[in-house]
């Protein structure tokens, strides 16, 4: 089946780590995306990347970083520069004017 | 700048009755398109309908449709006959311009109890 897996599901942090979350795509989508989500709130834009070897920062990328070596993969990593880092965090990829998949999200705890 | 407003926080509804949740838009520009997502507790983001700015039927998927008024900038999203699973969080969202591959903008969601 198609889709998008994110992993880990749950993933606790302590300060001053870095930490990296994965999110695989098997669509043949060329754009991904990674969001946030806060109690409450809606999703807010970290990253984006339309095409392989190439991403564009969104509206809250300070403190995180991307990389997009394959089509499939667009691993996220939260670094310790991100102070408030306890979150969930959603992946999702597209093709055209259609509508967004999304992965099962990762919650991430700072301990 | 892109911009969705859903104004109402929560919302319950008897089961088996219609519920409207609103959404309005800002965007300067002429093309874009309009989506709505369901996210239950297990926090998935769930597809439900989708609407074009140039088209000019209202969306529908199922109980699902989509109360398009371009001159007044919403897109509020029918459920028809809810039903106990329809309880979950909504989102509305914007994408512009309407082709390729760009960023969804999000509201912050309406979440919707549904009554026995």
């Known amino acids: 089946d198609g889709g998008i897996t994110q992993s880990p599901k749950y993933l606790f942090r302590k300060e001053g780590q870095n930490v990296t979350l994965s999110c695989e795509q098997n669509?043949?989508?060329?754009?991904m995306y990674w969001y946030r989500q806060d109690p409450g709130q809606g999703l807010r834009l970290i990253y984006y990347?339309?095409?392989?070897?190439?991403?564009q920062k969104g509206d809250i990328a300070e403190g995180y970083s991307v990389s997009r070596e394959k089509k499939e993969s667009f691993p996220l990593t939260v670094t310790s520069a991100q102070k408030n880092p306890t979150a969930f965090y959603l992946c999702?990829?597209?093709?055209?004017?259609?509508?967004?998949?999304f992965g099962q999200g990762t919650r991430l705890t700072v301990v | 700048a892109q911009k969705i407003t859903q104004t109402q926080p929560g919302m319950f509804v008897q089961e088996k009755e219609a519920v409207t949740l609103d959404c309005t838009y800002d965007?300067?520009?002429?093309?874009?398109?309009l989506f709505w997502y369901k996210q239950p507790s297990s926090g998935e983001m769930i597809f439900l309908i989708y609407?074009?700015?140039?088209?000019?039927q209202n969306a529908t998927e199922g109980r699902y449709s989509l109360n398009f008024q371009k001159a007044r900038k919403s897109a509020n999203l029918v459920i028809s006959a809810s039903q106990l699973g329809d309880s979950a969080m909504y989102f509305c969202?914007?994408?512009?311009?309407?082709?390729?591959?760009?960023?969804?903008?999000f509201g912050k969601g309406t979440r919707l109890s549904v009554i026995a």
């Open positions: 965007t300067s520009d002429q093309s874009y398109g």
């Open positions: 990347s339309q095409i392989v070897n190439d991403f």
């Open positions: 999702a990829s597209s093709i055209g004017r259609r509508e967004a998949f």
């Open positions: 969202a914007m994408s512009q311009p309407i082709s390729g591959n760009t960023p969804l903008v």
């Open positions: 609407q074009g700015s140039y088209d000019e």
């Open positions: 669509l043949n989508h060329d754009a």
